[in-house]
């Protein structure tokens, strides 16, 4: 078995691996949406290490993983209005192609550049 190390405690029970050496049936979250899978409201089962443990990923299980949902018509509605409403500039009003910069406030037409 490759159970590798945990450099924070040897005692711990959540068991930790290297990287690329994480058995068959576990899969980190980007993995799990690359499949249309979520975790489904489980916790992580494992952990993956690299960068001299700088950097971690958790590891759900791939058995316990529930499909992704999709948003309804309605939601994606909303979406799209959010989205709309965050191009659009309270000063002239209109529609730009490019989300209005927060620190303006305004569309950089409108802002000049100052």
């Given at each position: 078995m490759?159970l590798?190390?945990?450099?924070?405690d040897?005692?711990e029970?959540f068991p930790?691996?290297?990287?690329?050496?994480a058995?068959?049936?576990?899969a980190?979250r980007?993995?799990?949406?690359?499949?249309g899978l979520?975790?489904?409201?489980?916790?992580p089962v494992?952990q993956i290490?690299?960068?001299?443990?700088?950097?971690?990923?958790y590891?759900y299980?791939?058995?316990?993983a529930?499909?992704?949902?999709v948003?309804?018509p309605?939601?994606?509605?909303?979406i799209?209005?959010?989205?709309?409403?965050?191009?659009t500039?309270?000063?002239?009003g209109l529609v730009?192609?490019?989300y209005?910069p927060?620190?303006?406030?305004c569309?950089?037409d409108c802002h000049?550049?100052h």
């Amino acid at each position: 078995m490759t159970l590798a190390y945990s450099p924070a405690d040897t005692a711990e029970e959540f068991p930790t691996y290297r990287y690329r050496l994480a058995p068959e049936g576990l899969a980190t979250r980007r993995q799990l949406r690359a499949a249309g899978l979520r975790p489904g409201g489980h916790d992580p089962v494992a952990q993956i290490l690299w960068r001299r443990g700088k950097r971690v990923a958790y590891l759900y299980r791939l058995d316990l993983a529930a499909p992704k949902r999709v948003a309804t018509p309605a939601q994606r509605t909303a979406i799209d209005k959010a989205l709309r409403a965050r191009r659009t500039c309270a000063v002239c009003g209109l529609v730009q192609p490019y989300y209005i910069p927060r620190r303006y406030g305004c569309c950089l037409d409108c802002h000049g550049g100052h």
